[in-house]
């Protein structure tokens, strides 16, 4: 299996804030990575596929990056409605794994 | 718009069957990859496996030896059982459409809203 570790795995931040969280696949994986995020109680959203691209009404201070083995998810300007967790994902293999997820939390 | 609806038992015995069945409304089950996810509580996501219409299926091979994922082409539906059940497969457990990307794989784009299946005698 492809293992997908993120980092951190838990991030305490404010509002207005810059927030980067990290993913590393264990082996290169291309860009066939994606994001998600899940609100308490919800059901995951996908926020970005292929290492980059957002999908539609996704708010354009979510940005991605990277590409092999390590990959970004940037918020460039944390607004009250992010807290969540966040989950990426490898589509490199057809045995798709995730990673641990990344809990954001209101400073 | 397309909806996925998750259906089944909620409680399951340790050793049995756990067994979940996906309904698809507003496309055919034909266009895509189907895949089954699930979560622990307040743990991450696991990917358990997915379904093709022609019947072709892969799995994680964690869970390879439990798992058969199946499909009703009159019904719209895909379904998951999961044999031999303990405390450690209580989890929510999530269907979801796998749609491929221009370029760089696949992502899971629409979910179902999740089913809680609790293993307990």
């Not at chain 1, 994001?35 to 290492?51: E, N, R, T």
């Not at chain 2, 309904?23 to 307040?42: A, E, F, H, L």
Request: one cysteine or more.
């Amino acid at each position: 299996d492809i293992q997908m570790t993120q980092s951190p795995s838990s991030l305490s931040a404010s509002v207005g804030d810059r927030v980067t969280i990290t993913c590393r696949a264990s082996q290169a994986i291309s860009r066939n990575l994606n994001w998600y995020q899940q609100k308490p109680g919800k059901v995951p959203d996908l926020l970005i596929s292929g290492a980059s691209s957002l999908q539609s009404g996704v708010p354009s201070r979510f940005s991605g990056s990277g590409s092999g083995t390590d990959f970004t998810l940037t918020i460039s300007s944390l607004q009250p409605e992010d807290f969540a967790t966040y989950y990426c994902q490898q589509s490199f293999s057809t045995l798709y794994t995730f990673g641990q997820g990344t809990k954001l939390e209101i400073k | 718009q397309v909806q996925l609806q998750e259906s089944g038992p909620r409680l399951v015995k340790p050793s049995e069957t756990l067994s979940l069945s996906c309904t698809v409304s507003g496309d055919s089950i034909k266009n895509y990859y189907w895949s089954w996810i699930r979560q622990p509580p307040g743990k991450g996501l696991e990917w358990i496996g997915y379904i093709f219409y022609t019947g072709s299926t892969t799995y994680s091979p964690s869970l390879r030896s439990r798992v058969a994922i199946s499909l009703d082409m009159s019904k719209n539906q895909f379904s998951l059982k999961l044999s031999s059940v303990t405390a450690a497969d209580t989890a929510v457990y999530y269907c979801a459409r796998e749609v491929p990307l221009v370029e760089f794989g696949v992502a899971f784009d629409l979910w179902g809203q999740g089913t809680k299946v609790t293993v307990s005698s």
